[in-house]
């Protein structure tokens, strides 16, 4: 079941038209939030940067925060999976071409629900690859705008690779990855990109910087140099979907020991343990 502008109907039977500014023009944002036994993760987090997103578009938001809740409630009860991930679309609606704002429009509304498997076990314990690549992306990646494809061909690299994702260069510093944030460990200490226009703020990433915090755990937020990537004894790759992931190869080549480190067991665990405790609190 899906919902699109004020029904909850059968994904087959979901329809927009073609002059919606989404497909036209890729005149949107979006969200995607993971749902652990049946909750909502992190909602209020998410609902703030979907404002923000909107904000950055110029775009009203269409429901209150009490109407998302509402709606992603009902999303959840009629699909399948104790844990699930929800995708909320927004586009600024049909209209005829132009590629100004149109006036008085009612914006598209799109939410779904896949079965949220995590990572398989095996990739925690042998970590997994990626590429690097120039960020040639535009200068709002802190939107998250659906028109991703910039992000699309980068990810695809990755994938022709046999990677699971590529981990972008601007002007010699590491901003993210195509679909994730990127966290390097060196010499024990973790460091995070900072906030900025280059990056998406991260809903994990922050979860995982309140854990260093919480736990002692020495981290630092500065701008990461191609050589402090290219030596770090670990790289993690955080999103909604994949949680926290160790990468272990780098362009073919090994990063530190080659296997998942210290820091990713961790901060994986305390990961783990956080879910189980927000999950009981909201039950
Ligand atoms: N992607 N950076 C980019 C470019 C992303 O697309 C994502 C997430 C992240 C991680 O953000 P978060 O921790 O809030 O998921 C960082 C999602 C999963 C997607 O677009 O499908």
């Not at 073609?18 to 749902?35: A, N």
């Not at 009902?74 to 844990?83: F, L, P, R, T």
């Not at 609606?93 to 598209?108: E, L, N, Q």
Request: proline share 5%.
């Amino acid at each position: 079941m899906i919902y699109l502008n004020g029904s909850f109907i059968r994904i087959e039977d979901a329809r927009i038209s073609v002059l919606d500014r989404g497909f036209i023009f890729g005149d949107g944002v979006y969200e995607v939030l993971p749902v652990y036994s049946h909750k909502p993760f992190r909602l209020t987090e998410h609902l703030r940067r979907l404002q923000d997103s909107l904000d950055g578009i110029r775009l009203k938001n269409p429901h209150s925060d009490v109407e998302w809740k509402g709606l992603l409630d009902q999303i959840i009860a009629s699909n399948e999976g104790n844990d699930q991930y929800l995708y909320l679309h927004i586009t600024r609606g049909v209209a005829p071409r132009d590629h100004s704002f149109p006036k008085d429009v009612i914006p598209t509304v799109f939410i779904m629900s896949t079965p949220l498997l995590g990572s398989p076990k095996e990739l925690l314990t042998t970590g997994v690859s990626a590429i690097t690549a120039n960020d040639n992306r535009w200068l709002r990646c802190d939107i998250k705008a659906i028109s991703l494809l910039p992000n699309v061909l980068l990810r695809q690299m990755a994938t022709d690779s046999n990677a699971v994702d590529t981990l972008l260069l601007r002007e010699g510093f590491l901003t993210e990855g195509s679909s994730s944030n990127i966290f390097v460990i060196k010499n024990e200490i973790l460091l995070a990109p900072p906030k900025s226009h280059l990056m998406l703020p991260g809903i994990t990433y922050d979860v995982v910087l309140e854990l260093a915090d919480a736990h002692d755990i020495p981290y630092e937020i500065r701008e990461i140099s191609e050589y402090d990537m290219r030596t770090a004894h670990e790289l993690l790759l955080t999103s909604s979907t994949k949680e926290i992931m160790p990468i272990t190869r780098l362009d073919g080549k090994l990063v530190g020991s080659g296997k998942p480190g210290k820091m990713f067991a961790q901060l994986h665990q305390l990961y783990q343990n956080y879910k189980a405790t927000i999950m009981r609190e909201t039950s």
